[in-house]
């Protein structure tokens, strides 16, 4: 039994039942805060640790943008969940390479471990709890958002009835089976204080996850990850990921709600082909000969529809006034 899993065991014995909504933040809030999860020795691999193309067409967008708004001077970069920093460092990279040198990068994290990654990638970042903190600074945002929205708690109903974590044969189980249907108001508050925020301020984000839209098929998502395996969702509580599929569409009308302007979906592997990275990728061979192959597979695994390239969607959400995102226009 893991620490967690007595610590939840106590908690429904005195508190009764608990919801998967309750369950899922608990297990990642623990998971988050005492490991780093990423790469071969960790639970899983982002985009990000693939490959820094990733995060180099998501800086040449953010410039893009940047430059059509009217290169404001006072702009500012955002993160939500930056792993380890990678991305931001690739971002950067390319951003400050067109000319934009935000006045400071602010990354939204709560984990210890994930923090000591990012000062070394990222030295000049400000970490950040919640979204709250970003309401403090002025100046216009360039904000990203990779896989953060997934790892937020959902809700299951069955039947009409919210479903639940009990006690049952000495471990713990689901109060119910049968047809899921999620919700995530979790997800959907976060994005529309996220939408504030930009009307507010200024600004574009990038949001990239993995998940649905209006005609893709809908369920029991729920998932767990554990040493780059799918594992049972009540599994080792705390040891393992649980993440399950965003529902694009609600984000977008959160957007709206917050005040902001969300874009048309796109697959991830569709939007980074119209950014070329293509392109990006036979320059770095070029480069680099002998990672031609690595470098091409790098490509495959980002855009591929068998791989990360169909089920990984784009969105990107703009303050009013401010100009689509490359590729997200519609």
């Known amino acids: 039994m893991t620490p967690l899993q007595r610590a939840l065991t106590d908690r429904i014995r005195a508190e009764g039942r608990m919801t998967v909504e309750a369950f899922m933040q608990a297990c990642n809030e623990y998971y988050y805060a005492t490991r780093d999860p990423l790469g071969i020795e960790g639970d899983f691999t982002t985009a990000p640790e693939m490959s820094q193309m990733y995060g180099e067409m998501i800086g040449a967008a953010l410039a893009d943008v940047w430059a059509r708004a009217g290169r404001p001077h006072n702009v500012r970069y955002a993160e939500l969940g930056p792993g380890r920093g990678t991305l931001a460092a690739d971002a950067l990279r390319v951003l400050r390479a067109s000319g934009c040198e935000p006045t400071s990068v602010e990354l939204v994290e709560t984990s210890p471990t994930l923090r000591a990654a990012q000062r070394e990638r990222v030295p000049d970042a400000v970490c950040h709890d919640d979204l709250g903190g970003l309401s403090a600074g002025d100046g216009p945002l360039l904000l990203v958002a990779s896989e953060f929205f997934d790892a937020l708690p959902i809700r299951q109903f069955v039947g009409g009835f919210e479903r639940h974590v009990i006690l049952a044969a000495g471990g713990l189980a689901f109060d119910r089976d049968g047809p899921i249907v999620e919700t995530a108001p979790a997800r959907n508050d976060a994005m529309e204080a996220l939408a504030r925020l930009l009307a507010d301020k200024g600004g574009a984000a990038i949001v990239i996850d993995y998940g649905f839209g209006e005609k893709d098929a809908k369920g029991d998502t729920l998932q767990a990850m554990r040493a780059h395996k799918h594992t049972y969702v009540l599994d080792t509580p705390g ?62 695994r980002l855009c591929d529809e068998a791989e990360m390239g169909r089920l990984f969607k784009v969105l990107g959400v703009r303050a009013p006034g401010w100009p689509d995102i490359a590729g997200l226009d519609a």
């Open 239 to 300: 040891e393992q990921d649980l993440t399950s599929h965003v529902d694009f569409p609600a984000l977008a009308e959160a957007a709206r709600r917050g005040g902001a302007v969300p874009s048309r979906l796109i697959s991830q592997g569709s939007w980074l082909e119209t950014l070329g990275i293509g392109a990006r990728a036979m320059a770095l061979a070029a480069r680099n000969p002998e990672r031609t192959e690595e470098i091409a597979n790098d490509r495959r």
